[in-house]
């Protein structure tokens, strides 16, 4: 095979049609019952890459991109549709023929086997070899080859495991080039980089399409994607509903589409967006809503009714919120002084936090992902020790049950999957008076929690709204509801026999979440405030950081860079979040 | 040769074969994300095929053979429902065992008429070197041939790149489930063998007990090894020396007497199954198994 | 729990949770009907084998009783394997469990001098205390030092079988050899009151059967209905999450492997007490081991393993009738293995069939 060494194989002259072409790819999912039975992640979505272009994929979280590439990449076989290289229909259900005609593929979580070294990743099912040997010598000579082209600095014979994030994100390029791949496709390839590193890479990807090599993108961070992209397709709900090209756009408009017009939320008025072009009102074609998933088809008809009721919610509690953070503030609930703790890796990733957390109010923290904010929300509900400072907290706030947590990762710290959604709409409210009868062995009060479940599902429109179906049959979206309803409802005044909550600490809320839904968690977070909990929302979502904070805070390399007032303006708090730059990633 | 110490070593030497191809077969499977909780039926299955065939043909060789045929077969069974049915590996593992303790004594009564030992008057031997049989020198090299596969080799790269993470390896066009097949199947092989040295080498007859609990010992060994093959191959030597020294210090305790009548036989026994325990929690400290071990593998899984 | 990765134990049980009745109904009867296959291609009857087989698990009372005999403790060790399970823990040890709670109580029978109504609730109660030592042993190498279960019981059964055997009942514990006990090994004969009251004239079925339908029901009680129970299961689906919510993790598993152990202990004690009288000098029953399949093929779930301890134990009855057609008793460890391994490749029929076009197997037990 020819390794990495050798000049890119010659682009085919532009004009010979695209590099890359999907044609009417469609993606039917199967589900369990309770779920509609099928998820159509990918619509009949056609997409033509030229070469020695840069076509970004943009979307929200779950809008289809990433089932997209996987199809054109052969990992997943399409329910329908052909993927073309070079004019050429691929054999589909296996990356193997995808490879062979040179595309490659970078995945949003690195694909990357730890304690293999760098050059064993690179080489891995196409390695140099003498008969069954595995030519070590030659794979680390080509890698090192491939890494002083790009001026990526890497050391072949280090287990991958050992390298940084950056380092591992130019590894899986490398990985690909090795492959002489002519066509690249990068899912969220910044997602887990500082910004400088962000940057750095996108230079990268500028000078592979220079060289000829054609780039899909796929990003849901628009100034980036503006940046680097000659065009951009917009997906939303499988369906691609919009390609401009990057010149005649801008993030506005293609925020716009991402979210669908009518449907902005709150959070995203002040974009003003424009109705999109190709799908008036978000109309599925024949035949699929019946079958879709929440997330698609399903929504449209309850939408309507859900988002309008909600967007009034979210209003009105805006204007509570004006008048809580007016005069509302109240007692200190928790106080943090020079507070620091390691990471789950050993690292030193609080350095010395300062903060107050007072009764009514909504604090917001911002900052790039893994500066610190995960490991303070550990703090704050007792999940992490603390290393060094102190951490006071009012006697309210002390009782398991007066503290509020929905967790960075649902399925690992909020659910239990294998049971039903009503015993996890209890977790660790279980054993509240009104649910179990403590006379007798704390027999549980069956009726009592099916009530309580009833109202929760209700409350947070979980589907499908059957208490005994198993959690892990549920989407992400309905899961999140679960936690949330639990952690901020599942208190007084549905379980009256259970503290009030005194503290919310949230990390990204609203992940995975549809606009209806987004509206409804917001509400609900600035329900709890009135009532007169602390709430903390960690989000890496600018917008809602700055919908939901009557205070913001900045976390930056372990450190409260700034705090700032409600509404502080976008581009100071971005500031802010540079600031520490990388430096809690160690 | 009666030296105590000399005893000791040939006891050693005797007895480590089987543990060592049986805790290898356990890592190679595992290694490529297969547990393996079925290398005691699988030993099993390769110690009765062993003794039928050499009874049979009257060639020991041919024994060999049949030993390891019988564990690839029982080991497809296992491969095909791990792999295909995603099935959960260990309880898998359990029903192999099962099967071949039934399995066996069944084939026993209905070949040879009995339950207990096998009615063969002699086994054919293989041949010796050094007055040691094959086995023993196999038992010595494959752990090393193997550590240099795995390290050295493309399907060894493959083998470990689908133990740690599939996903990895299917993105790049290897096939987790050709791979797992493999290395099932090449895991059944060596427990088979490691089985055949029983009656073939080791025992010289067949009888209904065996393995005995080797199989489970082998996996004890696996683990201590932390997955390594040659870590298994000092494990497996350490479990065969412990179960030495205990049979030499039994059998130097006089048959009368004060000592006698402290019944010492059963601590004794007992004693080098309580030392590993003591090791795994003491010295080893955590040991890692490969990252995807036990882990069904699905190509359209979101991960 | 320290344990680096989520471990198989959530694995099994979501293997284990997905729907069991119907399931492993079908695997019972795809063991059963393989295993005809192979006896007859051994040429021998396999009819009159199964029918001998019916009649002596269930004919008369004397059958019937044997039947309820053995399914007793198979319902006990079953059960114990099946705790273990809904914490998310492998115990492989309950054979040694079994052995240590079969001494105990043949100790606590002969060595102690009580009232009737006294004395048997003693011997159970030092059983349960003897299963339960070495599954708490496992359960702190777990915890505190990371070993895996798996590996520890499966140590630990080699422990207690050769320190009982070649040591305890030839030792120290050994009946001194009295006018007609002679035998160079085995505890004492227990007391009379000590013995579990019999409850069916003509048949050996004593009071263990009732015990271990109560066993299972408690357990079902326990686990469906009360908060404890649920905590349980909350470790075993999600040990972070339950920890997360305020479990006291690691309290919860000890808890459960104590009762795991307590349970297999009583099952040897059910065996001594109702059948054996005293420890005999070798008591290898294998009924540990095959608690595991019990409960794989009862779906971890207490109903589920009654069931299949009735189906096994009617197996196990009945298989002595084998011999009849010449075929040995041993043929039922091959239909355990053959249901387990059915219950294993459960996903596999599933997807047949769905390929087929039908729905997968319906829902079953809670």
Request: aromatic letters at 4%.
């Amino acid at each position: 095979m020819s390794v990495g060494a050798a000049p890119p194989s010659p682009s085919p002259a532009t004009g010979a049609g695209p590099a890359l072409e999907l044609v009417r790819l469609t993606k039917v999912f199967a589900k369990p019952a309770a779920e509609g039975g099928v998820c159509v992640a990918c619509d009949d979505v056609s997409l033509a890459v030229p070469a020695g272009e840069v076509v970004a994929v943009v979307g929200e979280n779950g809008a289809g991109k990433s089932t997209l590439m996987n199809l054109a990449y052969g990992l997943y076989r399409p329910t329908s549709g052909s993927v073309r290289v070079g004019g050429r229909a691929l054999e589909l259900g296996s990356p193997r023929d995808a490879i062979a005609a040179g595309v490659g593929m970078v995945h949003q979580h690195f694909m990357l086997v730890g304690p293999l070294t760098i050059a064993e990743n690179v080489a891995l099912g196409a390695e140099p070899r003498r008969g069954l040997l595995f030519d070590r010598a030659r794979a680390e000579r080509a890698v090192a080859e491939l890494s002083d082209k790009l001026g990526f600095g890497i050391d072949p014979r280090a287990p991958v495991a050992s390298a940084s994030v950056a380092t591992q994100q130019r590894v899986e390029i490398v990985k690909v080039l090795y492959r002489g791949a002519r066509v690249l496709i990068l899912d969220e390839p910044t997602a887990a980089l500082a910004p400088a590193e962000a940057e750095a890479l996108l230079e990268s990807v500028r000078a592979l399409a220079a060289e000829g090599k054609s780039v899909v993108l796929i990003s849901h961070k628009l100034r980036e994607v503006l940046a680097v992209a000659s065009r951009v397709a917009v997906m939303r709900r499988g369906r691609l509903v919009a390609e401009r090209p990057a010149a005649e756009t801008s993030a506005e408009e293609l925020a716009g589409l991402m979210v669908g017009g009518a449907a902005a939320g709150p959070a995203r008025v002040a974009l003003g967006a424009a109705p999109p072009g190709r799908e008036g009102g978000g109309a599925p074609s024949s035949g699929r809503e019946g079958g879709g998933d929440v997330a698609a088809g399903r929504g449209a008809a309850v939408a309507g009714g859900g988002r309008g009721a909600a967007g009034a919610v979210a209003g009105g509690g805006r204007g509570a919120a004006g008048a809580g953070a007016g005069g509302g503030r109240g007692a200190p609930v928790v106080a943090l002084r020079g507070a620091t703790a390691r990471n789950d890796r050993g690292v030193v990733a609080l350095k010395g936090v300062d903060l107050e957390l007072f009764a009514g109010e909504i604090v917001a923290v911002a900052g790039v992902d893994g500066n610190g904010q995960t490991e303070l929300a550990e703090v704050l509900v007792g999940l992490r020790p603390l290393e060094g400072g102190t951490f006071e907290r009012s006697e309210a706030a002390r009782a398991r049950e007066a503290v509020a947590h929905v967790p960075e990762d649902r399925q690992r710290r909020g659910l239990c999957l294998p049971l039903s959604v009503e015993e996890n709409l209890v977790l660790g409210r279980h054993r509240a008076p009104g649910l179990v009868r403590q006379a007798a062995f704390d027999v549980v009060d069956a009726a009592a929690r099916r009530e309580l479940a009833a109202r929760l599902i209700e409350a947070l429109d979980v589907r499908p709204t059957d208490p005994g179906a198993r959690a892990e049959s549920l989407s992400g979206g309905n899961q999140q509801k679960i936690i949330v309803a639990r952690e901020l409802l599942a208190a007084p005044p549905l379980l009256p026999s259970s503290p009030p909550i005194a503290l919310v600490v949230a990390v990204q809320p609203t992940r995975g979440l549809d606009l209806g839904a987004i509206a409804n968690v917001h509400a609900r977070l600035r329900e709890a405030r009135d009532a007169g909990a602390a709430v903390l929302v960690v989000s890496l979502d600018l917008d809602e950081v700055r919908a939901l904070g009557d205070r913001i805070v900045v976390m930056a390399g372990g450190r409260v860079a700034a705090e700032l007032p409600a509404g502080a303006d976008e581009a100071l708090v971005g500031r802010h979040m540079l600031a520490g730059e990388g430096a809690a990633r160690a | 040769m009666s030296s105590p110490l000399a005893s000791l070593a040939r006891s050693v030497l005797d007895f480590a074969p089987p543990l060592v191809l049986a805790a290898l077969g356990g890592v190679v499977s595992e290694r490529a994300g297969v547990v393996n909780i079925g290398l005691e039926g699988l030993m099993r299955v390769g110690a009765f095929a062993a003794c039928f065939a050499a009874y049979a043909t009257g060639s020991a060789w041919a024994g060999l053979a049949a030993g390891v045929a019988a564990g690839v077969a029982l080991s497809a069974v296992h491969a095909f429902v791990s792999i295909h049915g995603r099935a959960d590996q260990v309880v898998s593992g359990i029903a192999l065992n099962l099967i071949a303790l039934g399995l066996v004594t069944f084939l026993l009564e209905a070949v040879f008429g009995t339950t207990g030992t096998a009615p063969v008057d002699t086994l054919p031997e293989l041949p010796t070197l050094l007055g040691r049989s094959p086995y023993t020198y196999l038992a010595f090299a494959a752990p090393f041939a193997t550590e240099w596969a795995l390290r050295s080799t493309v399907p060894g790269l493959r083998l470990r790149a689908v133990g740690e993470h599939p996903h990895a390896a299917a993105t790049l066009g290897v096939s987790v489930a050709r791979v797992r097949w493999a290395a099932v199947l090449a895991g059944g092989a060596l427990a088979g063998l490691g089985g055949s040295a029983l009656p073939l080498a080791i025992l010289h007859r067949f009888d209904n007990k065996m393995p005995a609990g080797l199989g489970f010992m082998a996996l004890a060994a696996m683990v201590f090894g932390k997955w390594t093959p040659i870590g298994a191959l000092f494990a497996s030597l350490f479990f065969a020396f412990g179960n030495a020294a205990a049979d030499t210090l039994r059998s130097a305790i006089p048959r009368t007497g004060a000592l006698a009548a402290w019944h010492l036989d059963g601590i004794l026994l007992a004693a080098p199954y309580l030392l590993t325990l003591a090791l795994l929690g003491g010295f080893v400290g955590r040991a890692v198994p490969p990252a995807a071990d036990g882990v069904p593998f699905d190509p359209e899984a979101k991960h | 729990m320290p344990e680096g990765k989520a471990g198989f134990g959530e694995r099994l049980r979501r293997a284990l949770a997905a729907g069991t009745a119907l399931p492993s109904a079908l695997a019972v009867a795809s063991a059963l009907a393989l295993g005809f296959v192979v006896i007859a291609l051994t040429g021998k009857d396999a009819a009159g084998g199964y029918a001998r087989m019916l009649d002596g698990a269930l004919g008369g009372p004397e059958a019937l009783g044997e039947t309820g005999v053995k399914a007793a403790v198979l319902a006990c060790t079953g059960l114990s394997v099946a705790l273990a399970f809904v914490v998310g823990l492998f115990n492989i040890g309950a054979e040694g469990q079994f052995i240590a709670g079969a001494l105990g109580a043949a100790v606590a029978g002969a060595s102690v001098r009580l009232p009737g109504p006294l004395h048997v609730p003693f011997a159970l109660g030092c059983a349960a205390a003897a299963g339960a030592l070495p599954a708490l042993a496992a359960t702190w190498l777990k915890a505190k030092r990371g070993v895996h279960e798996v590996i520890s019981t499966i140590l630990l059964n080699w422990v207690v079988i050769y320190l009982v055997h070649d040591w305890l009942v030839v030792g120290p514990l050994r009946a001194p050899s009295s006018g007609a006990n002679v035998s160079a090994s085995g505890t004492a004969q227990i007391f009379a009151s000590a013995e579990l009251p019999r409850l069916l004239e003509g048949s050996r079925l004593d009071v263990g059967l009732p015990l271990a339908v109560a066993f299972a029901l408690l357990a079902w009680l326990l686990l469906g209905r009360t908060a404890l129970g649920y905590e349980l299961r909350a470790v075993g689906a999600n040990a972070e999450a339950a920890r997360a919510a305020g479990v006291p993790v690691a309290r919860r598993l000890y808890l459960a492997m104590a009762l795991s152990g307590a349970l297999a202990g009583v099952g040897g004690a059910l065996l001594i007490l109702g059948t054996e009288r005293r420890y005999p000098g070798v008591f290898r029953t294998g009924y540990g081991f095959d608690g595991i399949a019990v409960a794989l093929v009862g779906g971890a779930h207490p109903l589920g393993v009654l069931a299949a301890a009735f189906f096994f134990g009617a197996m196990r009855a009945g298989a002595t009738r084998l011999q009849l057609v010449g075929i040995h008793p041993s043929f039922t460890e091959l239909i355990q293995g053959l249901a387990v391994l059915f219950v294993a490749a459960r996903p596999l029929f599933a997807a047949l069939a769905g390929a087929l076009g039908r729905p997968p197997a319906g829902k079953g037990a809670p």
